[in-house]
């Protein structure tokens, strides 16, 4: 690869990268070696020698490196292959293929968040386990749709007040 684990000389350049100093990705390498082993049922290292052609990872180091940085840059395939020394649909399995070995190292780690509940109850006492919650509540523009029916099912109930002349006090002298 073109970018490297070796090229990050300051903590600044690690949270930048992959989102995690020194210490914390060479904590999550730990698993994340042991869940690729577990997933392929052998070593990268070993992988390489077996198919030697066209690999761009030496160690799960690398791939673990590039998995973070593919998601905490946000680049397109072209340019993350560009940047990383590869084709734009190698740098698309090498990132599914960390993704997977990434959720397996979470999973493994019990660091996963669970993503459905069967009840209440469920839900109640997997969070109580946890000390914080983080919620994304980020909103987001949406086409409107042109069928009166659907327009119905995603109206939210809010009315803009500035826009709005009736629902705005009249000023002196209007009627």
């Known amino acids: ?52 052609a066209g690999t761009h990872m030496k160690d799960e180091a690398d791939l673990l490196f590039f998995t973070l940085f593919s998601c905490k840059s946000g680049l397109t395939y072209d340019v993350l292959g560009l940047v990383c020394g590869m084709d734009a649909a190698t740098a698309k399995r090498r990132q599914d293929e960390g993704l997977a070995v990434l959720r397996e190292a979470l999973r493994l780690a019990d660091c996963l968040p669970e993503r ?34 659907a327009q119905k099912a995603r109206y939210s109930g809010k009315k803009n007040a500035i826009h709005s002349k009736r629902s705005s006090p009249a000023m002196p002298g209007e009627k």
């Open 116 to 149: 459905e509940f069967q009840s209440p109850a469920d839900l109640q006492r997997y969070f109580s386990k946890r000390r914080a919650v983080l919620l994304d509540a980020t909103e987001f523009a949406t086409q409107r749709p042109q069928e009166k029916e």
């Open 1 to 52: 690869m073109k970018i490297s684990v070796q090229d990050l000389k300051t903590p600044r350049q690690w949270r930048a990268s992959v989102g995690c100093d020194a210490h914390h990705f060479e904590e999550l390498l730990v698993v994340f070696s042991q869940a690729y082993t577990a997933f392929n049922q052998t070593q990268l290292a070993d992988r390489i020698i077996i198919h030697p």
